[in-house]
Protein backbone atom coordinates (compact mmCIF):
# COMPACT_ATOMS: atom_id res chain seq x y z
CA UNK A 1 0.00 0.00 0.00
CA UNK A 2 1.19 3.46 -1.00
CA UNK A 3 0.42 6.11 1.95
CA UNK A 4 0.93 9.97 1.80
CA UNK A 5 2.38 9.63 4.48
CA UNK A 6 2.77 7.48 7.93
CA UNK A 7 2.57 7.97 11.66
CA UNK A 8 4.39 4.68 13.93
CA UNK A 9 1.38 2.79 13.43
CA UNK A 10 -0.90 4.33 11.08
CA UNK A 11 -0.65 5.13 7.27
CA UNK A 12 -2.52 7.81 5.45
CA UNK A 13 -3.76 7.98 1.78
CA UNK A 14 -6.30 9.20 -0.40
CA UNK A 15 -10.00 8.04 -1.63
CA UNK A 16 -10.32 5.74 -3.89
CA UNK A 17 -13.12 4.18 -5.71
CA UNK A 18 -12.78 0.70 -4.27
CA UNK A 19 -13.50 2.57 -0.55
CA UNK A 20 -16.46 2.83 -1.53
CA UNK A 21 -18.36 -0.22 -0.19
CA UNK A 22 -15.82 -0.58 2.44
CA UNK A 23 -16.12 2.39 4.71
CA UNK A 24 -19.08 4.70 4.46
CA UNK A 25 -21.63 2.13 4.40
CA UNK A 26 -20.05 -0.28 6.88
CA UNK A 27 -22.06 0.18 9.58
CA UNK A 28 -20.05 -0.27 12.28
CA UNK A 29 -17.58 2.61 10.46
CA UNK A 30 -20.33 5.21 10.71
CA UNK A 31 -21.49 4.15 14.48
CA UNK A 32 -21.29 7.64 15.51
CA UNK A 33 -21.85 9.41 12.01
CA UNK A 34 -25.65 10.54 11.49
CA UNK A 35 -26.24 8.38 8.85
CA UNK A 36 -24.94 5.24 6.73
CA UNK A 37 -24.68 6.87 3.36
CA UNK A 38 -25.91 5.45 0.25
CA UNK A 39 -23.41 4.77 -2.67
CA UNK A 40 -24.86 8.38 -4.61
CA UNK A 41 -23.67 10.02 -1.20
CA UNK A 42 -20.84 8.07 -0.60
CA UNK A 43 -19.95 9.05 -4.44
CA UNK A 44 -19.97 12.65 -3.67
CA UNK A 45 -17.90 12.22 -0.43
CA UNK A 46 -15.03 10.95 -2.50
CA UNK A 47 -15.41 13.44 -5.43
CA UNK A 48 -15.91 16.17 -2.63
CA UNK A 49 -11.99 15.25 -1.36
CA UNK A 50 -10.57 14.77 -4.06
CA UNK A 51 -11.50 17.84 -5.04
CA UNK A 52 -10.73 19.68 -1.77
CA UNK A 53 -6.95 18.23 -2.15
CA UNK A 54 -6.44 19.00 -5.55
CA UNK A 55 -7.83 23.02 -4.67
CA UNK A 56 -6.10 23.27 -1.07
CA UNK A 57 -3.83 20.60 -0.26
CA UNK A 58 -5.82 18.64 2.40
CA UNK A 59 -8.90 16.87 2.64
CA UNK A 60 -9.96 14.11 5.28
CA UNK A 61 -8.00 10.99 4.35
CA UNK A 62 -8.09 7.24 4.84
CA UNK A 63 -5.98 5.90 7.87
CA UNK A 64 -5.21 2.65 7.90
Not at 36 to 43: M, R, V
Request: glycine content about 2%; hydrophobic content about 40%.
Amino acid sequence: MEFNFTSKRLGFRPWKTSDLNALNSDAQVMKYFPAILNETDNISFINRMYEMFKEKRFCYWVVE
